[in-house]
């Protein structure tokens, strides 16, 4: 009794590392090797199995030596189809790629590499990611590699890590469904909800603001109102003298809109803090929009003024991960 109990847990000791393994997160490029891809009869597969011993029962029933091969040839088919759907997922190489950051609401598009090194061509793949409706169906080529892009739906600011994904497979009969878990050891960076509607944007001396250089830059023309033009450019006077519907906005020497500098502290104290980080995300972007030069000050944070989409993305990664 004694010595079956020790090969129990040999056994278990053996497994444990595998199931480990197959359920990440998993650093790298994953290879799904035989220890990985699981097979289970599918519902098809199921009915198959029952068809046949019905079939089985006959034959021996009334000696039917013809339902004896049909029987046995039926057989040998699910067994081949087995054999195929385990190695349409063995062998192949999984490569997490990399989303770009989105706001808290939005759906993060991530690329994945699957590629097929080696060996036949794979058919009907599925992967499968938690909170996507349907599964995304791929076939690999032999020696090429493919790229699936998964929309993953974000909730909360911050860091948020990719869920354990499935690739599944039922070629070639859809008797058997083989699958493999893989859990990519990746992260996206969710950024603060855009607080819609926006709040404008405070002028000189309002609350949570310091801002210079408005008018320092010298007139320069008037022009067609162009997407991402600051509404306070508008020509409200060059408007009504032309009567016409178009939008004009007054454009100035030197390409600077002003300073501003977007501070933590001096916002409503009613706001709770994801309000004020919502705010502040929206005023950066229309800050970065209008071409202003602009800074931020958070506790422990203080980002200088500055424009360009290096700055912005600093910006608004400092408040993804604002710790408050």
């Not at 080529?141 to 690739?167: D, H, I, K, Y």
């Not at 599944?168 to 859990?183: E, N, V, Y």
């Not at 310091?210 to 450019?233: H, K, M, N």
Request: glycine share 10%; net charge neutral; charged share 20%.
């Amino acid at each position: 009794m004694q010595a079956q109990v020790m090969g129990w847990v040999e056994r278990i000791g053996r497994i444990a590392p595998s199931v480990r393994l197959a359920l990440g997160p998993h650093g790298g490029d994953l290879r799904l090797d035989r220890r990985r891809v699981y097979i289970l009869p599918s519902r098809a597969g199921l009915l198959f199995g029952v068809a046949l011993l019905t079939m089985l029962l006959t034959a021996v029933n009334y000696a039917l030596a013809l339902g004896y091969g049909l029987t046995f040839m039926l057989v040998g088919v699910g067994l081949v189809s087995m054999l195929h759907t385990w190695r349409n997922l063995v062998g192949l190489t999984l490569r997490a790629g990399r989303a770009e950051p989105v706001h808290a609401g939005e759906l993060a598009e991530l690329s994945l590499i699957v590629q097929n090194p080696r060996g036949p061509e794979r058919f009907a793949i599925e992967l499968t990611v938690p909170g996507t409706a349907q599964p995304t169906r791929i076939d690999v080529s032999p020696a090429t590699e493919q790229l699936v892009t998964v929309a993953l739906p974000t909730e909360r600011r911050g860091w948020q890590t990719l869920p354990r994904m499935r690739l599944s497979s039922t070629f070639p009969l859809g008797l058997w469904r083989a699958w493999a878990w893989w859990h990519p050891q990746a992260r996206i960076l969710v950024l603060p909800r855009l607080e819609t509607p926006a709040a404008p944007m405070p002028e000189s001396g309002a609350a949570g603001t310091e801002r210079a250089g408005v008018g320092e830059e010298d007139f320069a023309a008037i022009r067609p109102f162009r997407e991402g033009d600051s509404p306070r450019r508008l020509a409200w006077k060059a408007m009504a003298r032309s009567g016409g519907d178009t939008l004009l906005v007054r454009e100035f020497e030197g390409g600077s809109g002003g300073q501003l500098l977007l501070d933590w502290q001096m916002l409503p104290p009613g706001l709770d803090a994801e309000l004020r980080l919502s705010r502040l995300a929206r005023w950066i972007v229309d800050a970065e929009a209008a071409g202003l030069s602009y800074g931020l000050r958070l506790p422990g944070v203080d980002l200088a003024l500055d424009a360009g989409p290096v700055h912005c993305s600093a910006c608004l990664e400092a408040l993804a991960v604002a710790q408050l």
